[in-house]
């Protein structure tokens, strides 16, 4: 027996001096913690005089590109406590010159999962949730009700509505960017966030923009470019505001106005790199009386999202999808290679490929014997609408100036191949020069190659240039 109380003895005594220096452990990490974030915390209270601790804040960034990385970043400098990242792209080596949370030892990773383990190496204390999807109608309620602060981080219209939707519907601020080029957008919506039908509310992307842009205007980074320090800095401007939003003070809070900065009124700010200044500020109107989300008469609800009703992509009239041609109008890059890589020597092979994307990428890298038609110059001409008659009687489409003789040529019965650099230009392309009436009812192949340029050096060569 004497043995045995020996034993638990030396186990309690153990247990005391393991609990002992636990709390020490916790004691230097969270004084670790607030050495850290101890600077933020003092400007912000300054500056705002009373507000929700960043530690306790849940803020998700939809996006964990070029807007995402750096709007995360500094929210992990700054100490909130969660931060949610979505996004279901994985890191290509053409992201890392503006995506700068990625390495290239994360390349064919999961986006969300390479952000989170550059974040966890400047921050370990907040909580960091993965959601390596894109976000979709069906789950965007599921995933936004778990936050108290919405990031827009995309770059297409259709996300934006549904996350400015979803946001106004569960009562959540969101703070939305854009950046193309050399310039950017900035504004905070739905704040402060109130009921569909309280004028009180911020109004919401609807809002600001009622109608969508047109399809075929709409140009992503990757297709249109970007300057990355440009994207660069809309993404930290997203997290100050981000910051602004989760420390700002309640409306109705009882705390010392005078010395809490009041609101800031809704604005749109515009961003330009070669403008003199950067930055030029737009007041917003407060909701719009007419919303179909925030006001009274709102025909957008959680259930006709979730369901579908409230179809994105239609209201958008987007363009970017895979079923815009049919199979038999598409070619792979290998199979296209195999088809015409010995078009050199033999004349049945005579073919006609013709690039859509603007000059300046055309001029960076281009297939052999390939002709440059900018897709804007096909969406631009209007032709589809001017007719003339021919000898036979029949009336067909004008071709325009611009079509090489031997592309417009009725007696061509060579193919047409369009390429881009991602495939989705190229089927746009593909549509107007068959309204052109140049497959000749069929008897001319007029098709693109799927994937565009992309599926190129993944199939074909492997040292095809990256941009």
Sequence with gaps: MGSLEETCASLRAQIAATETQLAGLKRDLANAEQAAQSETATTVETQRGVGMAKETARVLLVGAGGLGCPAAQYLAGAGVGTIGLIDGDTVEVSNLHRQVLHRTKNVGKYKVDSAIESLRELNPHPTYIAHRTHLTPEEAPAIFQDYDLILDCTDNPATRYLISDTAVLLGKPLVSASALRTEGQLMVLNNPPRAPGDKTGGPCYRCVFPKPPPADSVVSCADGGILGPVVGTMGVLQALEAIKVITAPEIDSVSDVTTARPRDPPSLHIFSAYSSPLVRTIRLR???????VCSAEATVTLDTIKSGSTDYVFFCGSTNLPSLLAPEERISALEYNQRHRNVATDSSQLHTI??????????????????????SKILSSGYSAALQRADDGQQRAQVPSWLPSEVASSESTNPIYVVCR??????????????????????RFIGDIRGGLRSWKEQVDSSWPEY
Excluded: M, T, Y
């Design 286 to 292: 407060s909701r719009r009386a007419n919303c179909a």
């Design 354 to 375: 013709i690039d859509v994307r603007d000059e300046a990428q055309f001029g960076i890298c281009s297939l052999e014997n390939s002709i440059n038609i900018p897709i």
């Design 422 to 443: 991602l495939g989705n230009d190229s089927q746009i392309a593909v549509k107007k020069l068959k309204e052109l009436g140049l497959d000749q009812h069929g008897k």
